[in-house]
């Protein structure tokens, strides 16, 4: 699995709990050394969006994350694949307070930084992004210029209440929004967004533990990649 950017996305958490999950995650790996406590100042590699950097102790996510790569001299050297983690929460965005982050709601005004994914929706940004219709597993090319307008209502529904319906064009089928997620396209109240991954290629026993730190459940969860 290659991208600059993981997106792990609960599709089915409500706006409510997401919240409520996310500050528990938060203070859950600090605790546990996994991050640091505020936003890095450093220009990370591969990061497009504020995240927590990763801790240089926490092996457990450098064994995942490392990718491996012939070196000058013809040796064989591991890269830190995972520079950082962002949390990202449907209308809400992080702030800090004496060195601890909370999260906050974007008020009328609006959030200045959008980079950080408070949308709710998460897809791949070079390269166009697919729908997985529920009923009948087909794919749809949701990003292109004749459905594009038929999907950007929908979209506008989904920020407006959490909730939209779209129809399938080839079986009829009308299916939450939230359940057509691959791995270009996702929507969801609450994800975990890996920065900087160049490779991800880990065992179902180790994406297994990966969820256990990440405190995320395993129904549905979308795993984005995105490009650029
Ligand atoms: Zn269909």
Request: one cysteine or more.
């Amino acid at each position: 699995m290659s991208s600059h950017q993981l997106f792990i996305v609960d599709t089915c958490i409500d706006s409510t709990t997401a919240v409520t999950r996310a500050q528990e995650m938060y203070t859950a790996w600090v605790r546990q050394g996994i991050i640091e406590p505020i936003f890095t100042q450093e220009d990370l590699p591969g990061a497009y969006q504020p995240c927590f950097k990763v801790s240089e102790d926490c092996a457990w996510l450098h064994e995942i994350a490392y990718s491996q790569s012939v070196d000058d001299k013809g040796m064989w050297q591991k890269n830190q694949a995972v520079y950082g983690i962002s949390i990202n929460v449907m209308s809400h965005y992080w702030v800090e307070h004496n060195d601890v982050m909370f999260l906050k709601p974007i008020a009328d005004q609006s959030c200045d930084d959008v980079r950080q994914h408070a949308d709710g929706l998460f897809h791949n940004l070079e390269g166009g992004f697919y729908g997985c219709c529920p009923a009948c597993d087909e794919f749809l090319d949701i990003s292109d210029d004749e459905r594009g307008e038929v999907f950007g209502e929908v979209i506008v529904e989904w920020f407006d209440k959490n909730t939209a319906d779209l129809s399938c064009d080839l079986c009829g089928a009308i299916s939450p929004l939230n359940e057509w997620h691959s791995d270009t396209f996702a929507v969801g109240c609450l994800a975990v967004t890996l920065q900087g991954v160049e490779v991800l290629d880990a065992t179902d026993a180790q994406i297994e533990q990966l969820l256990h730190h990440l405190c995320l459940g395993d129904s549905g969860l979308a795993w984005v990649s995105c490009h650029g």
